[in-house]
C-alpha cells in the first residue's frame, strides 16, 4: 500500500512540475514584442559633472501596440524617459537613458524597462567612466594628439 501511495505521489508531482513548465515556457516575454536595437551602450570616458544621455531604440515586432509601463533604474544618478504613448505595431520609439556624472569612477547601471501584459521586466545596460575635469582635459588632450601623431 506504501508503495502504491508512493507511486502516485510522484506521478502527481512530476505532472505538475511539467505543467509548471510549459506554462512558464507559454508566457510571453519583452523580446516577443519589442525588439531593441541594442540593449548596452558604453559611454566610454566622459567628463565629472557633464550629464550624458542616450537613447534606446526599440521597435514593435508584434502585431499590436505596446505600451511601456515604466522604466526605472538602478540608482538616483540615471533618469530613464520612457515614451508616454503606445507604440504602434512595426513603429520605432526610444527610451532614453540618462547620467548625471556626478561621482568620478567606473559605472555599470541598469535601466529596467517594464512592457504590459509581461511579468519580468527588460533591462538596459549603460557603462562607462567619470573623469574629474583635470583628468578628461588630459584624456583628451593625449587622444587628440594620438590622432596628429598618426596621421
Do not use: R
Not at 542616450?54 to 515604466?70: G, L, R, T, W
Not at 567606473?106 to 533591462?123: A, C, N, R
Not at 583635470?134 to 583628451?140: G, P
Amino acid at each position: 500500500m506504501k508503495k502504491l501511495l508512493f507511486g502516485l505521489a510522484a506521478i502527481a508531482v512530476t505532472t505538475w512540475a511539467v505543467a509548471q513548465d510549459n506554462a512558464a515556457a507559454a508566457k510571453p516575454k519583452v523580446e516577443d514584442l519589442i525588439k531593441f536595437k541594442d540593449a548596452k551602450h558604453d559611454f566610454g570616458k566622459i567628463k565629472q559633472g557633464v550629464p550624458v544621455d542616450y537613447d534606446f531604440a526599440f521597435q514593435n515586432i508584434s502585431d499590436k501596440p505596446v505600451v511601456i509601463e515604466n522604466a526605472w533604474a538602478s540608482c538616483g544618478c540615471t533618469t530613464p524617459t520612457k515614451p508616454e504613448k503606445p507604440t504602434a505595431k512595426g513603429k520605432s520609439n526610444t527610451i532614453k537613458a540618462g547620467f548625471n556624472a556626478q561621482s568620478p569612477g567606473p559605472f555599470d547601471k541598469t535601466v529596467y524597462v517594464k512592457v504590459q501584459g509581461i511579468d519580468l521586466p527588460f533591462e538596459l545596460k549603460i557603462t562607462g567612466e567619470v573623469l574629474p575635469a583635470d583628468a578628461f582635459a588630459k584624456y583628451e588632450a593625449d587622444k587628440k594628439g594620438k590622432k596628429t601623431g598618426s596621421k
